[in-house]
T-cell receptor, first 109, second 116 residues
Framework: EDQVTQSPEALRLQEGESSSLNCSYT??????LFWYRQDPGKGPEFLFT???AGEEKEKERLKATLTKKESFLHITAPKPEDSATYLC??????????FGRGTSLIVHP | GAVVSQHPSWVICKSGTSVKIECRSL??????MFWYRQFPKQSLMLMAT?????????EQGVEKDKFLINHASLTLSTLTVTSAHPEDSSFYIC????????????FGPGTRLTVT
């Protein structure tokens, strides 16, 4: 059974304090790993897709990396508007993602 | 581009009644749509996958007679919660995918269902 574990469950940062969110997974035949951002009461917003170990993608203050067992979402100099829940999901050949529980990030001004 | 809408955004209904939630892809044709349920501080749990013009495929443990899914066109899928009970109260989210673009799944804004 595919498993996706995200840590920490919650993270509080001061504005400008960089940190990383972790997504560890156990899945045979990984075809893709996804990162989404979800604001309260809203649907997830797509951020990144990573396909193979060693791959990295960046968008503004966010950078996602992938190894054979985990992915990291690095947040550099975060701002209060980066506060949200960040979801990780993995896909096998069925193209149907399995989601983790997410990391709730709060960035204080 | 790639906008998915849901209607209503929230709904309150009485126990025993049925409620229908619509999911629309506004600027693309969605050959596949997914329905998820999310409880507070929990992950998105896939309920069912629907392909346009065919019956939905339900995940294990999801009652297909209770959660009726119809994907009658390439831009519209509906989820009907029949004989709703308080334990059905949750946040329901749909997502849509274009034919051939297997890695790109776009989510709707969600529908908050409260059954009293």
């Amino acid at each position: 059974e595919d498993q996706v574990t995200q840590s920490p469950e919650a993270l509080r940062l001061q504005e400008g304090e960089s940190s990383s969110l972790n997504c560890s997974y156990t899945v045979s035949g990984l075809r893709g790993l996804f990162w989404y951002r979800q604001d309260p009461g809203k649907g997830p917003e797509f951020l990144f897709t990573l396909y193979s170990a060693g791959e990295e993608k960046e968008k503004e203050r966010l950078k996602a990396t992938l190894t054979k067992k985990e992915s990291f979402l690095h947040i550099t100099a975060p701002k209060p508007e980066d506060s949200a829940t960040y979801l990780c999901a993995v896909c096998r050949g069925s193209y149907i993602p399995t989601f983790g529980r997410g990391t709730s990030l709060i960035v204080h001004p | 581009g790639a906008v998915v809408s849901q209607h209503p955004s929230w709904v309150i209904c009485k126990s025993g009644t049925s409620v229908k939630i619509e999911c629309r892809s506004l600027d693309f044709q969605a050959t596949t749509m997914f329905w998820y349920r999310q409880f507070p501080k929990q992950s998105l749990m896939l309920m069912a996958t629907s392909n346009e013009g065919s019956k939905a495929t339900y995940e294990q443990g999801v009652e297909k007679d209770k959660f009726l899914i119809n994907h009658a066109s390439l831009t519209l899928s509906t989820l009907t919660v029949t004989s709703a009970h308080p334990e059905d109260s949750s946040f329901y989210i749909c997502s849509a995918r274009e034919d051939g673009r297997f890695w790109e799944q776009y989510f709707g804004p969600g529908t908050r269902l409260t059954v009293t």
